[in-house]
């Protein structure tokens, strides 16, 4: 079959380029634009994970023939930021910790904006329903929650652009629980393996002290001695 030419606006810019007729949407931008923030997750259009907007429509680009893109505009998720930065929903789903293993966020940002876009004021109840076409791996649906509540909050003007804005590092550094068994001499740290990983148990690498601290002082290292070959007999 001969190919298709499609000429259509893609994240504000206009695009010609020839097209398999049985190709979808969802391989058009990834393997020919190579827009690949649009993921593709069961295929069916049950999962959300290739949503994008099609004329201010949110769709499924797995279910959409190439062919229908003809002359319509077309916005992913890297079209959201055009400017360089980020919008105000990457920024409270960056906040909120939502992005999770990040492989089905741009589906969720992108129907979390069309829910915005469809009612500023959106509810909690009504943001629930508006998601319910995406689904998430990580099983993280209250973080996006928040994250589109905040997102909403912010653009309402309830909430000020501030609580978008990361934490100091530095600060959150010096406010981080301190490794006890640490901060001990090294007989100190040898002395009690069960009590020094309890009082580790505060930090994040607890696990890691206790490694440390179960081992003699004369093998405390950070790489493993090589295990001795045993001779062999005759």
Known sequence: MPELRIEATVNGRAIARNARPHQRLLDFLRDDLNLTGTKEGCGAGEC??????????????CLMPVGKAQGVRIE?????????????????????????CGYCIPGMVMAATAAIRANPFVSHEEIKERLGGNICRCTGYQKIFEAVELARDVLNGRA?????????????????????ASMRPA????????????????????WRCARRIRMPASCRSIRARPKRRRASRA
């Open 48 to 61: 959300g994970t290739c949503s994008v907007f099609v004329d201010g429509v949110l769709m499924k680009s």
């Open 160 to 180: 000020p652009a501030t609580a978008l804005a990361e934490e100091n590092r530095r600060t959150a550094a010096s406010s981080a629980p301190t490794c006890a």
């Open 187 to 206: 007989r100190c740290r040898a002395r009690s393996s069960m009590r020094a990983t309890w009082c580790c148990r505060a930090c994040c690498t607890w």
């Open 76 to 100: 992913t998720v890297e079209g959201l930021a055009r400017s360089g930065e980020l919008t105000v929903m990457q920024k409270a789903f960056h906040k909120t910790g939502a992005s999770q």
